[in-house]
């Protein structure tokens, strides 16, 4: 087996369980212009591609272009009251990041999320977490699945991207990992499920975090 020195986490349906917040807050917008919300399920669709990607997934076909400004304005505005409500990592998170950083691998976060959120997410609730890098959408970078914020992050891990794997729970995240030149990790407790991941060529299929473990320090 290969041996890895890096990791780079997605935030969202891969550290933490995000998509309550998110469904909580979408669906009060929805609810203020007078259109149906959508259940949890239907956000985990939904997410991935950043906020804007979002609103337009879940407000009706034929909601004016020329809204949608407005509508993300008023989005921020009330996740930013409500993005740590019921956010929480994933069972095994904490402890394998702890294990991974105790062993000297270099760890980071790459997301789509707003930069903001990302950072104060993985600060809050990951304290102790020496990531080497956090960044989120509206960093400078392209969004995923654009490699230019794995490559960085690479380079400030000092590492080649075959030293690095790169996990997610979705098929933009293989795909990122894979145009970044780095092997990928698919998490099936996340929001997209095994078939994306595996159309989306995964390396390795992780189900828990221990999974993740062994393949930096069996």
């Known amino acids: 087996m290969k041996t890895y020195r890096g990791a780079i986490f997605d935030l ?27 259940d949890y399920a239907a956000y985990k669709t939904f997410v991935g ?3 804007m990607d979002l609103l337009h997934r879940c407000f009706p076909a034929g909601t004016p272009e020329e809204q949608f400004p407005a509508i993300l304005e008023r989005m921020l505005a009330v996740y930013g009251e409500h993005y740590l409500d019921k956010t929480a990592p994933y069972p095994g998170m904490p402890e394998l990041l702890q ?3 105790k062993a000297g ?3 980071a976060v790459n997301s789509n999320k707003r930069d903001l959120y990302t950072k104060k997410i993985a600060a809050t609730l990951l304290p102790d977490i020496r990531f080497v890098e956090v960044l989120g959408e509206g960093n400078g970078f392209p969004r995923k699945p654009q490699p230019d914020g794995a490559l960085h992050i690479a ?7 075959a030293q690095i794997l ?3 729970d979705s098929g933009t995240d293989m795909d990122t990992g894979k145009n970044a030149g780095m092997d990928t990790v698919g998490c099936l407790w996340g929001f997209r499920g095994e078939k994306e991941l595996k159309e989306h060529h995964a390396v390795y299929l992780a189900g828990s975090a221990q999974e993740i473990e062994q393949l930096f320090l069996c």
Request: a negative charge; proline letters at 4%; aromatic letters at 8%.
């Open 155 to 161: 380079g400030q891990m000092n590492l080649t991207p």
């Open 105 to 107: 691998i270099a760890l």
């Open 166 to 168: 790169y996990i997610g």
């Open 49 to 51: 591609r950043g906020f």
């Open 12 to 38: 969202d349906g891969t550290l933490f369980d995000t998509v309550a917040d998110i469904a909580d807050s979408a669906n009060r917008v929805l609810a203020e212009y007078g259109c149906p919300g959508h």
């Open 99 to 101: 294990k991974l950083q």
